[in-house]
C-alpha cells in the first residue's frame, strides 16, 4: 500500500479523465481536501463500461547497442490514441534487450474513443518492437559464421594467451573442447548404419588410404574406410592446431589409425614418410580429411599416381581464385577485391555499395567473416585478420572483400568420380531476424531435389566444379539464390562438416547413403558409385532437418530440463551443445551465442512438425533451461520507473 498518489508523473491523469468522462485521482485528491461538495459527487467507482479506450504501453527492446536515432518515437508520436510519451532514450545512448522494468526503454499512454484504433495503434508499436524500428543503432561489423560443428571456437584455438579474455559465451555447441556435450539417440535401429563389408579387391587388407587432416567428418570417412577392411594412415599437416587432431565425432568413438604421421619439409619427403608408413601395404588413394589437408592431398595424391585433382589449379582453397574461376566460365561471381595491405583494397572498399563481406582468403567454412556496414568497419575487421591466425593453422595470406549477396542461401553437397559428379544433399539455411541480428540461424533443411530451386542450383553447382577443374571426392559448395540467380559464396574442397551429425539423417532420407559412404565408394568401389543416383530421391523416403537452437533469455544455467525433453522425441537422432549448469547464456544474435543444435527424423511429417514447434516453444518461454535467479534484476511497479536519465524526455 503506497499512501500517496499513483506515480508516473501523473501522465495517465489525460486518460483517466478521458475514461471517467471527466476526473482523475490527481481532481478527487483536490476534493478531498478542498471540495467537499465536488467530493461528495464522485462516483465511488469509475463508470462501467468506460467513456473512452486507452491503457498505458511500456515499450520493449528486442536490440542493443549504441543509439544513433530514434524513428520509432516520431512515428509514434503521429498515431491517432497518441496523448503522452516518456523515456530517457536519445542519439548516443545504449539499449539494452528489456528483461524487467529497469531495462524497459519507455512509456507511452494512448487514448481514443475507438477500441479498434487503439488495439491498432498498440499491435503497430509491438511490431515496430519486434523489428527493432524504434532506433536505428550504430552499426557493428556482424559474424557470418555458418553453422558448422567441426570448427573451433576461433579465440580457443588461434590465441592461446587470451583465454583467460574470452566473452563469457561463445558458440557453445561447437567444438568447444571437454566443454562439448553430445547426446546420440541409442534406441532407434533405423538409424544403425549397414553392417556390410565390402570389398573392391582380392584383399584390401593389403591396402592404404592416406587421409590428410582427419577430423570432424574426416573421421566418419576413416571409420568407413576402416569397416570395408582398408588400413587409414592419418597425415598431419604442418602448422596443424593440436586441438584439432583430437576432434572426433560423437558416433566415431576412439579412432584407430594404422599409422599417425607428420608433413615433411618437402613434398619429396614428405612421399618418402608416407610409403614408409604403409609399410607393405599399397596405396590407393589419398584425400583430404579436413579443410586443412585440402592442398596437401592435392599434391601428394597427384605425385602418389593416384586419383587426384592434380595441382593444375595451385590452391582450389582461395576464395578470391574460386571467383575468378568461374567467371572466366561464365557462371555469376561476386564483384570482389583482395590484398595483404590495406591499399590494395581500399578503392574498392571506398566504391562498393555497403554493407560489404571481409573474409580470409583461406579458411574453413567461415571464420572470421564478418559484415561491415562501413569503411571504419572494414577497415578495422582488414586489420584484424591480417593480425589473426586462422583456424587449421598458418598466418592470413591476403584479406578478401566482397558484395553483399542478398537471397537465400544454399548448400550443395557432391561426389566425384572421373568428373562425373553425383549430388548427394541439398540444404537451405533458415535465417531469421532475431534480438536485433538480421541474420540468426534456425535450422538447416533439405531441399527436393525435383523443387525449382534445386533445377537451378544442381546446374550451376556441376558448372562451378567442372570450372574449379575438381573431378574427384566431395565437395561442400554454399551458393546464394539471388534475384539474378545462383551466386557462389564458396566451395569447400572436402566433405561437408559438422562432424557428420547429419548422416543418418541423410540415410533415412535417401534410403541408405550419405556424402560419407558415397565418398569411400568414389575413390573404392567403382561399381557402387555408379550404381549410386545421380541426385536424391524425390520426394524423400523420411522427414527432417537440423534444428539450431536460439536463446531469449540471459542468465547462468542451473538446469537444462528442454533438453532432457528434446531427447524424449519420437524424432530425435542427435543433441549437440556445450551449455551445462554453470554456463552462462546470452540472448543469440549470432552462431557465437548459439546455443545447440538438434538432428531430428521421423517417417511422419506431422510428428517431425509437432516436435520442431515445441522447441520453438521453449526457446521463446526459455523453458530450455532454468536460470540462476539474480537480485539485481529488481521487480518494479511500471508506475514507479526510473529511466537512466535523471530528466526523461516527456512527448505530449
Request: proline fraction near 6%.
Amino acid at each position: 500500500m503506497n499512501c500517496r498518489a499513483h506515480g508516473g508523473d501523473g501522465n495517465w491523469r489525460s486518460l483517466c479523465r478521458a475514461l471517467t468522462g471527466g476526473y482523475s485521482q490527481v481532481d478527487s485528491t483536490v476534493d478531498a481536501y478542498l471540495d467537499p461538495d465536488s467530493f461528495a459527487k464522485t462516483p465511488s467507482l469509475p463508470p462501467s463500461p468506460f467513456k473512452a479506450f486507452g491503457q498505458e504501453v511500456i515499450l520493449v527492446s528486442f536490440g542493443s547497442g549504441k543509439v544513433k536515432s530514434t524513428p520509432g518515437f516520431d512515428v509514434i508520436r503521429q498515431l491517432p490514441s497518441f496523448v503522452c510519451f516518456e523515456t530517457s532514450i536519445k542519439p548516443g545512448s545504449k539499449v539494452d534487450y528489456t528483461v524487467d522494468l529497469v531495462t524497459c526503454i519507455g512509456s507511452v499512454i494512448l487514448m481514443h474513443k475507438d477500441e479498434a484504433v487503439i488495439q491498432r495503434d498498440v499491435d503497430f508499436i509491438r511490431y515496430m518492437e519486434t523489428i527493432n524500428g524504434l532506433f536505428i543503432f550504430e552499426t557493428k561489423a556482424e559474424n557470418l559464421q555458418r553453422p558448422s560443428g567441426d570448427l573451433l571456437v576461433f579465440d580457443l584455438c588461434t590465441q592461446p594467451n587470451e583465454k583467460q579474455n574470452r566473452p563469457r559465451h561463445h558458440r557453445v555447441f561447437s567444438s568447444d573442447g571437454p566443454s562439448l556435450i553430445r547426446h546420440m539417440s541409442n534406441d532407434r535401429p533405423e538409424l544403425r548404419g549397414p553392417l556390410m563389408k565390402r570389398m573392391t579387391t582380392v584383399d584390401s587388407s593389403k591396402e592404404c588410404v592416406i587421409l590428410v587432416d582427419p577430423y570432424s567428418t574426416g573421421c566418419c570417412i576413416a571409420q568407413e574406410m576402416i569397416k570395408r577392411g582398408f588400413s587409414v594412415v592419418a597425415l598431419w599437416t604442418k602448422n596443424f592446431a593440436p586441438e584439432m587432431k583430437t576432434h572426433v565425432p560423437l558416433s566415431c568413438g576412439e579412432m584407430k589409425y594404422f599409422k599417425e604421421i607428420e608433413e615433411a619439409k618437402t613434398l619429396v619427403e614428405t612421399v618418402q614418410i608416407v610409403y614408409k608408413a604403409a609399410e607393405q601395404k599399397r596405396v590407393v588413394a589419398c584425400l583430404a580429411g579436413g579443410e586443412a589437408g585440402v592442398d596437401l592431398a592435392d599434391a601428394l595424391s597427384e605425385r602418389l599416381g593416384v586419383r587426384s585433382n592434380g595441382t593444375s589449379i595451385p590452391n582450389r582453397r582461395d576464395k578470391k581464385l574460386q571467383q575468378e574461376l568461374i567467371r572466366k566460365y561464365g557462371l555469376r561471381s561476386v564483384r570482389q577485391a583482395a590484398g595483404s595491405t590495406f591499399p590494395e583494397v581500399e578503392h574498392f572498399l571506398k566504391n562498393e555499395r555497403y554493407p560489404v563481406v571481409l573474409k580470409p582468403v583461406e579458411s574453413a567454412g567461415s571464420d572470421g567473416v564478418k559484415l561491415c556496414h562501413s569503411f571504419e568497419e572494414a577497415k578495422t575487421h582488414f586489420n584484424v585478420l591480417m593480425k589473426s591466425q586462422m583456424v587449421n593453422g598458418g598466418d592470413c595470406p591476403s584479406v578478401l572483400c566482397q558484395e553483399f549477396l542478398r537471397g537465400k542461401e544454399y548448400v550443395v553437397d557432391h561426389v566425384s568420380r572421373d568428373g562425373v559428379h553425383k549430388t548427394v544433399m541439398l540444404w537451405v539455411y533458415d535465417k531469421r531476424p532475431c534480438h536485433g541480428s538480421a541474420f540468426v540461424y534456425f535450422g538447416c533443411i533439405p531441399v527436393d531435389s525435383e523443387s525449382a530451386e534445386a533445377k537451378i542450383l544442381i546446374p550451376y553447382v556441376r558448372g562451378v566444379l567442372d570450372a574449379m577443374e575438381i573431378t574427384e571426392g566431395p565437395t561442400h559448395c554454399e551458393v546464394m539464390m539471388t534475384p539474378e540467380g545462383p551466386c557462389l559464396v564458396e566451395m569447400n574442397c572436402r566433405a561437408h562438416g559438422g562432424d557428420g551429425n547429419w548422416r543418418s539423417l541423410c540415410r533415412a532420407l535417401t534410403g541408405g547413403y550419405s556424402q560419407v559412404e558415397a565418398t569411400v565408394d568414389s575413390f573404392l568401389d567403382k561399381q557402387e558409385f555408379a550404381r549410386m543416383p545421380e541426385k536424391p530421391p524425390s520426394p524423400f523416403k523420411a522427414y527432417g532437418q537440423e534444428v539450431i537452437l536460439v536463446s531469449y533469455g540471459r542468465g547462468e544455467v542451473i538446469a537444462t530440463p528442454g533438453f532432457e525433453e528434446i531427447k524424449t522425441f519420437q524424432s530425435f537422432v542427435y543433441l549437440e551443445t556445450g551449455v551445462k549448469p554453470g554456463s552462462m547464456v546470452d540472448y543469440t544474435v549470432d552462431l557465437f551465442t548459439g546455443i545447440g543444435s538438434v538432428i531430428l527424423m521421423h517417417h511422419d511429417e506431422q510428428v517431425l512438425q509437432q516436435e520442431i514447434d515445441r522447441i520453438r516453444e521453449m526457446e521463446k518461454e526459455n523453458k530450455l533451461f532454468v536460470f540462476k535467479n539474480n537480485p539485481a534484476l529488481l521487480m518494479k511497479s511500471p508506475s514507479n520507473i526510473k529511466f537512466d536519465s535523471p530528466q526523461p524526455t516527456t512527448l505530449y
